[in-house]
Antibody, heavy 120, light 112 residues
Framework: QVTLRESGPALVTPTQTLTLTCTFS??????????VTWIRQPPGKALEWVAR???????YYSTSLRARLTISKDTSKNQVVLAMTNMDPVDTGTYYC????????????WGKGTTVTVSS | QPALTQPRSVSGSPGQSVTISCTGT?????????VSWYQQHPGKAPKLMIY???KRPSGVPDRFLGSKSGNTASLTISGLQADDEAYYYC????????????FGGGTKLTVL
């Protein structure tokens, strides 16, 4: 059974760096074709794609967020880490990680999400 | 501003059918057969309902049907049930330049 779980701080202050961890099981990021992606959702708004990391360590970022993002993986721990610098209140929302096949473009299994509030 | 355009809301009575559209461009929806649809109940994570335009994951009822014509993809839900009431989001490959994903603004389905 494939599962993913997001973890990280619930509250960050403006200008801080947010670090989120996605811990997964049931698949390996060292397997050809596997990828993990991050998607966020501001309160009451639509989903927004953030970043993706592939099994071969290829990384892709949202054009609008690219300058602030770093995605990395620890295959031995089955974890993917997303760092977002210079947090702003508009970054408030729920952050989801999900599994995606790097040859395709759909998320078949999602984590439950973690809510992040940016406020002083 | 979401890259893909969806109606804000649709509604139907139990047993009826509804169709939700998702309009993009020839660079995304129209250019690839990589359109997917997600159902999201309040406070829950999205759930994959359709991928690669029309394919259904195991466990998704065949009442959910995906299709595409030109730059517009559609999700048709037949035999509406109370539990179908949710938000539905379409997604598409954003093109080889970005390798990212595009989402629609979401459509609230109300079962009357």
């Amino acid at each position: 059974q494939v599962t993913l779980r997001e973890s990280g701080p619930a509250l960050v202050t403006p200008t801080q760096t947010l670090t989120l961890t996605c811990t997964f099981s049931g698949f390996s990021l060292s397997t050809s074709g596997m990828s993990v992606t991050w998607i966020r959702q501001p309160p009451g708004k639509a989903l927004e794609w953030v970043a993706r990391i592939d099994w071969d360590d290829d990384k892709y970022y949202s054009t609008s967020l690219r300058a602030r993002l770093t995605i990395s993986k620890d295959t031995s721990k089955n974890q993917v880490v997303l760092a977002m610098t210079n947090m702003d209140p508009v970054d408030t929302g729920t952050y989801y990680c999900a599994r995606i096949d790097s040859n395709y473009f759909y998320m078949d299994v999602w984590g439950k999400g973690t809510t992040v509030t940016v406020s002083s | 501003q979401p890259a893909l355009t969806q109606p804000r809301s649709v509604s139907g009575s139990p047993g009826q059918s509804v169709t939700i559209s998702c309009t993009g461009t020839s660079s995304d929806v129209g250019g690839y057969n990589y359109v997917s649809w997600y159902q999201q109940h309040p406070g829950k994570a999205p759930k994959l309902m359709i991928y690669d335009v029309y394919k259904r994951p195991s466990g998704v009822p065949d009442r959910f049907l995906g299709s595409k014509s030109g730059n517009t993809a559609s999700l048709t839900i037949s035999g509406l049930q109370a539990d179908d009431e949710a938000y539905y989001y379409c997604s598409s490959h954003g093109g080889t330049y970005t390798f990212g994903l595009l989402f629609g603004g979401g459509t609230k389905l109300t079962v009357l």
